[in-house]
């Protein structure tokens, strides 16, 4: 394995108890595009796999069977080719049988769901192939792979058929936190500032394959007008290739993705059924849900009268790459336009509510900022119910019956907490108690990139986070 592997120690770790188990193993291993699933297993393994194959993206049948048949003949078979995937995992099994090993018997099989075409009955056989064969086999580790994390989901992990209760492991490749992502670019020689760091997450999250497009001969507002914005540029179209790849039948998913992408505080199923014109209904339940395990959307909860409105929850768009995109889609194949608008109010205001979501998925930096480590604490977001409407988007109720109460701000140097600030956040807290009738302390704090200038306002802060707090491991 590559000594220079940044992060995913919690994932390794769990492949190296696989591999010693002594028994047979079959890890489902997914995530979303790009993230690094194929180099995780590639470089664990060494590409040392008694067997690897990989499925062909939109290929049909014949595509899919002549690509495996083709990953047989390299692993030692013979005769003809698969005329169905009964025949092709029988193959497998004589190729196996042949061949002797001195550790275990590592099968691979990359992109799984595109291997899945209509009525091909791929899963079947897949089911049939563990079932009677590899199951049995204390030597045998068997890893299937795909970007598709619904279909990897309903068909492996929650199979009802020959496959039900059959994965022994399921590994969920998370994107990279902010202090993976430097780590990543300085072992790229890319050694910027963590403002700058913390803007090319804003746009690209911890994709390690959209990291790796970033190059330190330019600029950050050079490589994201290169990467974006030019004609033909390496992402234009990456946010239609993203759902495509997550999800069989992209276009209900990207309705509901563009519609969160209008409210910026979230919205309830509800409310998006109501935007969408579709029925409140299971299909549309299982589309949210799905978006939810892929990490492009999160679910969070509200309080009223001191209890957790767990079924009325609330949905918001947190895949940084889909908000950029959403944002200055309209502004694709304008040269140099990141360039050229850097501080006007269109960037500023995506600065804003990026610097937000970044610090959604950073709560548990966040948390040891506030010495929080030891303590049991629930984090939720707040709307009220009251007009004007009023909305806290992290909450964190500590078990000493304390709240933290955070205000989240993006700027340039230390933020000057004005007047204004200061009535908000006073109307904020007091709606927060009346409403939820909550009888524990208050703490105002606020999460700054640079902190907060010290002025008459600053001084009834509780508790400051500045962005250097957000890079902690």
């Known amino acids: 394995m590559d000594s220079h592997f940044i992060g995913r120690q919690e994932e390794i770790q769990r492949l190296q108890d696989i591999c010693s188990s002594g028994v047979p193993e079959f890890v489902t291993v997914y995530g979303r595009r790009r993230v690094g699933k194929t180099y995780l297993i590639q470089q664990f393994f060494n590409n040392s796999f008694a067997f690897s194959a990989t499925g062909i993206i939109d290929g049909d049948k014949n595509d899919e069977l002549f690509s495996f048949t083709s990953a047989l003949i390299k692993a030692g078979h013979t005769g003809p080719r698969a005329k169905n995937w009964l025949e092709a995992f029988e193959m497998l099994e004589n190729v196996l049988e042949k061949r002797h090993y001195n550790g275990r018997c590592v099968i691979y099989i990359d992109e799984l769901p595109s291997f899945d075409t209509p009525r091909s009955g791929f899963v079947r056989a897949l089911g049939h192939f563990w079932n009677t064969w590899a199951s049995l086999r204390n030597d045998v580790i068997l890893i299937v792979c795909g970007s598709a994390t619904s279909w990897m989901i309903d068909n492996i992990i929650d199979n009802h058929g020959g496959l039900h209760d059959r994965t022994t492991h399921t590994i969920y490749l998370q994107q990279f936190n902010l202090a993976e992502s430097e780590t990543y670019l300085k072992s790229r020689n890319i050694r910027w500032p963590r403002r700058m760091i913390l803007e090319a997450y804003m746009m690209l999250g911890g994709i390690p394959y959209y990291l790796s497009l970033l190059t330190n001969k330019e600029s950050l507002a050079q490589n994201i007008d290169r990467l974006y914005f030019r004609s033909k540029s390496e992402l234009g179209q990456e946010y239609h290739r993203l759902y495509s790849s997550l999800f069989k039948t992209p276009e209900p998913y990207l309705r509901i993705v563009e519609e969160l992408g209008r409210h910026k505080h979230g919205m309830s199923r509800n409310e998006i059924a109501q935007a969408l014109k579709v029925a409140s209904s299971g299909a549309l339940t299982k589309q949210i849900e799905n978006l939810v395990n892929c990490d492009i959307i999160r679910r969070y909860i509200t309080k009223s009268r001191g209890k957790l409105k767990v079924n009325d929850a609330y949905y918001q768009l947190t895949d940084m ?4 995109h959403l944002f200055f889609s309209k502004r694709l194949t304008t040269a140099d336009y990141w360039q050229q608008n850097l501080n006007t109010p269109a960037i500023n205001t995506w600065r804003g509510l990026a610097f937000e979501q970044v610090c959604m998925v950073h709560i548990n930096q966040i948390r040891k ?62 709606s927060f108690i009346q409403e939820t009738k909550s009888k524990c302390g208050i703490l105002p704090t606020w999460v700054t990139t640079f902190g907060l200038f010290n002025n008459e306002y600053a001084a009834e802060v509780s508790y400051q986070v500045v962005m250097d707090d957000l890079f902690m491991m």
């Open 321 to 324: 790459f889909s908000l950029f």
């Open 369 to 430: 900022a506030l010495g929080l480590s030891r303590i049991a604490v629930e984090y939720y977001s707040w709307r009220s119910s009251s007009v004007p409407k009023a909305q806290i988007d992290m909450i964190i109720e500590r078990a000493d019956r304390m709240i933290n109460l955070c205000e989240i701000k993006y700027a340039p140097a230390e933020y000057v907490i004005t007047a204004e600030d200061d009535k908000k956040m006073r109307n904020r807290s007091s």
